[in-house]
């Protein structure tokens, strides 16, 4: 056998996908002859087969293209406002001080227990949806904003210095793509904590994307179409930090 | 001289303002900003009933203090937090360790982690519900859920982190296997575990508390749906506040006992609590 | 061109805080004639990174006076381009946009500055690397980046803070070789700040020897080693004769100063 055949063969990653495969075999096996009882876990197959039926009856697609509008709306404002307000604290060092121990404290608190706030004022509507996803989102911006201009090596500056620089130029050309990575650390931060914030409150409130797909599903007790919209959901997950990865390594091409 | 970026805020300008000033003045500001709106949805105009005064929060927060049956939910919430966290955290350390130690099992299985860790977890609680019922197992079973992605992310990147040079030195002082895990393994691993630990155990909390918001008979969050559903909007509001400040108490707490920890080894825990190790 | 530094009663003092102020500079005064290579040399604490600060414009309150062809340095100047012992390359741009930076914050057109770029990144030996980023270079090549950046900003004096202190000897001694070369063709003003005794007779035609705190000039020494120069020379019994030379003045302020560093932490 030749080397590379053995290469793959013995492969973690194909390991895996045995295990995997091995798992839901034995899942099948298990709900069919009664093991495990339907209603509490689909058999994979039906699983499987209840996606058409998803797409056709719920809008499965619709759903993800709303679910991913209602993350590029809540984060495009958490930008607009997270960035802005982290140069803010950056610029003027009291209120950076006043306000980054705040804002870290609510980043850990439950923030997700505001909603009835925003329910009783907009209803269950996009707004709720959006402005959910924008504080979870806006907080790691703006901290790891701060931070990153904060944090720029004094010998860079001192390089712009040393050939004369003017205080716009240091600020474009030296301080701004030198916190540019820190920045991006935020926004990773807090792109994952919309998506989880979002998708937790159509769950909650029955509406919007997908989350809701996954509450009705649950409430026909319809097993094999619960099972097969939560894959769905990790599958979008999965799907959106890969773009989002990819989106940042054009960014930062080093 | 060009004004730069570390010396060039404009604080200098204005030494009289502390930071406790700009503090202050926004709690007040926010606080004038509640009762105009307050103001308003009492006149009718819009909001009716659904920003009740600041006094009638108060008010509310101090009934809930002494409500015994607040601290029978309270109970309840700790006791799945507590179950399901012990459970989840255990479970995560062992795998953890499994995967830094062994790079076949880590390539094997990371990336279907890596795959439901980016997911909302808050999306397998039909699963739970179905595998456990709608009582407090599955609250514990979501606490574990929900913290085991932070511990175990932590531990494996604390495992990869550990310096070569420092098990090299064990080597050449032939430590036995297991006095490589208590003397060198263990010691370099205190920090990132502890870092994810505390992680965890914030996201079980929220993990719990909004499985319960959506279906239980007891609990914190079962209470906070109970008050909205029966619209006591002031009680409710006085909830999520009393929640909120015993969240940030427990914050304040696991950094200072994590900065205990650190001090010997010149680590500090306080800056950027409980953000960075979320990636 | 022109490029004559006259540094004349040079102070310096730094209040830590309301401890005991810590006096860097003491009265330093030192002449470096247009075209000539001179190199600094002292122990840890000996206010060499001081001086190269004031020099640089980059402290502008010390007392003396500092000046170029008879003008005082209060701020950056125009006139003297510098190289840092750190890391100082922009790590987002490629080598053509690293050395093309200066021209670029002077306004200069796109391909102007980088066809002169082009000219000094060949100079320094990098060419062939114009698109990689700092990341994808070793840490010579980096220095060697910051050295041509420098060099692009035309300055007549080029001041230099342990430019090769991070890099490993034997890469050190071929890039001293680099340097004098450079200078050869550029034939700009260098002062250098080491405290590679090495370096310092290597590449110099004076050596100063600074005193530990606080810093005083304490003995020049003239290099008379023959022009041009390689590194071969460090074979040689009077390149050994003047690293003795230096060491003997050396050993007493670098054992001043490992003794104090060793007393604060005790004291801690």
Known sequence: MNRKVKKILTSPTLAGLAALALFAGVLEIAVATDVIPQLIVARPSDTFMAFPELQKEMHLFGAFWETLGMCAAATGLALLIGIPFGYLMYRDDLIGRAYEGWLAAAFAAPTVLLYPLFLVMFGRSHMTLILMGFIPGAIPIAIQCRQGLLGVSPTLLNVGRSFNVTEREMFWKIQLPAAVPTIFTGIRIGVMYTLVNIVAIEYLIDFGGLGRIVSEMYFRFDSPGTYASILAVVAVSVLFYWCFGRVERWLRPV | ?279 | MSGTLEISNVSKTYDAGGENPVKALDKVSLTVNQGEFVSIIGPSGCGKSTLFNVIGGLIPDYTGEVTIDGHRIDGTHRDVGVVFQEESTFPWRTTLNNVAFPLEVQGMAREAREAKAREFIKLVGLEGFENHFPAQLSGGMKQRTAVARTLAYEPRIMLMDEPFGALDEQTRLLLGDKLLEIWSTLKQTMLLITHNITEAVQLSDRVVVMSYRPGRIKRVIDIELPRPRSSEVITTAEFGHYVGDIWNELREEASRGMADAEEKLAAR
């Open chain 2, 1 to 279: 001289m060009a004004q730069t970026g570390v010396i060039g805020t404009v604080s200098g300008l204005r030494p009289r303002i502390t930071v406790n000033t700009i503090r202050i003045t926004t709690i007040v500001v926010l606080l004038v900003l509640w009762e105009v709106l307050a103001a308003v949805g009492r006149s009718g105009l819009l909001y009716k009933d659904v920003v009740p005064s600041s006094i009638q929060i108060g008010l509310a927060i101090i009934h809930e203090i002494f409500d015994p049956a607040f601290y029978h939910h309270l109970g309840i919430t700790l006791a799945e937090h507590v179950v399901g966290f012990t459970i989840g955290s255990t479970i995560a350390v062992t795998v953890g360790i499994a995967m830094g130690a062994n790079p076949f099992f880590r390539k094997m299985i990371e990336p279907y982690l890596n795959g439901i860790g980016s997911t909302p977890k808050i999306i397998f609680l039909p699963i739970l519900f179905l595998l456990f019922g709608t009582g407090i197992e599955s609250k514990m079973a979501k606490g574990a859920l929900s913290a085991f992605f932070p511990v175990v992310f932590s531990t494996t990147l604390g495992m990869m982190l550990i310096s070569p040079v420092l098990l090299r030195v064990g080597q050449t002082f032939s430590l036995t296997r297991r006095q490589m895990v208590s003397k060198i393994y263990m010691p370099s691993m205190v920090n990132p575990i502890i870092t994810g630990l505390r992680l965890g155990m914030a996201i079980a909390v929220i993990g719990i508390l909004v499985a319960e918001i959506k279906f239980s008979n007891g609990g914190l969050g079962y209470r906070i749906a109970e008050y909205y559903d029966q619209f006591a909007i002031a009680s409710m509001y006085a909830l999520i506040i009393i929640i909120f400040a015993l969240a940030a108490a427990a914050n304040v707490a696991m950094t200072v006992l994590q900065d205990r920890l650190n001090i010997k080894q010149g680590g500090s825990a306080t800056r950027n609590a409980g953000l960075g190790a979320s990636t």
